[in-house]
């Protein structure tokens, strides 16, 4: 007689069904997922997945962001490093740049904050993993960046040698009344290369989601880390909730269904 390891890591269909109705209202090339458990997580996963992509921890993100409470998510959420000075410092893998606000920030235009981010990304010489932001701005004040900046940004990042992230944890499915807040954006370069869902996914339950690309999946698997793959720290709670609540998920992927098809008609006439 052998030993037999019959753990199953609380694989169950319903987390694959939920996946597969994402990815139909996603764009493309995002067709890989993590179902982890808060936006916090998501986004400490989200900047692991950057950096084994890239083979760098160096992290640029905005004045006024808030990427939520882990160790890694708090380091990169400024609303938090200048709210909370002294106890709170900005560490050195981290480069803030300046949120775009034209209404009451230092540029009316977009092209002041590019150049701005043009700058930090020729002073990292390629040296860094990711650029983090939100696509609207939520806790720190609803600031709606100027339509292109997100593109632009983006594809000055990539040719530069990181990974985009954007994080619609507040702002995403279908809450803004597109499906995803980057769209607004309108350049064709704003899909980001991960993108993290969280709140409106379980609507009150915690449930959150990485979203991401066959390439920067490609890299994990070439490291072999086990250990970033679900389940994580907090997943196997979120899993067995998960084979729970599902019923209550695809009812809630309805509901967004029609709500953007509403607005989607209000829009046009
Ligand atoms: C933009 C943004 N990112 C990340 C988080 C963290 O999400 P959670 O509270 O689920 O950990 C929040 C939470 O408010 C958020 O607003």
């Not at 708090?74 to 893998?93: A, Q």
């Amino acid at each position: 007689m052998s030993l037999v390891n019959t753990n199953s890591r609380y694989l169950h269909p319903n987390s694959t069904q939920l996946c597969k109705e994402l990815a139909d209202v996603m764009p493309k090339r995002l067709c890989k997922f993590f179902v982890v458990s808060s936006g916090s997580e998501a986004i400490d996963l989200s900047l692991r997945l950057a950096r084994l992509h890239s083979g760098h921890k160096h992290v640029i993100s905005l004045t006024q962001a808030y990427h939520g409470t882990t160790t890694a998510a708090v380091e990169v959420s400024h609303e938090k490093i200048d709210k909370f000075k002294p106890h709170l410092k900005k560490e050195d893998w981290v480069t803030i740049v300046d949120n775009p606000d034209t209404v009451n920030g230092k540029h009316t235009t977009s092209a002041g904050y590019l150049s701005d981010l043009e700058a930090e990304l020729r002073q990292l010489n390629g040296k860094f993993a990711a650029f983090i932001m939100e696509s609207i701005v939520s806790v720190g004040g609803g600031v709606i960046p100027p339509k292109g900046y997100m593109g632009e940004a983006f594809k000055m990042v990539r040719a530069a040698g990181g990974v985009c992230i954007a994080d619609e944890t507040q702002i995403g499915l279908g809450r803004t009344g597109n499906w995803w807040s980057f769209e607004y954006d309108g350049h064709p370069d704003a899909i980001p290369d991960i993108l993290v869902i969280g709140k409106q996914l379980g609507n009150g339950f915690p449930v959150s989601l990485v979203a991401t690309t066959e390439e920067i999946i490609q890299s994990l698997e070439r490291t072999h880390i086990e250990c970033v793959l679900p389940p994580p720290k907090h997943a196997p709670f979120m899993h067995r909730l998960l084979v729970l609540i599902s019923c209550v998920l695809q009812v809630l992927l309805d509901v967004w269904r029609l709500r953007c098809r509403l607005r989607c008609r209000a829009d046009h006439g």
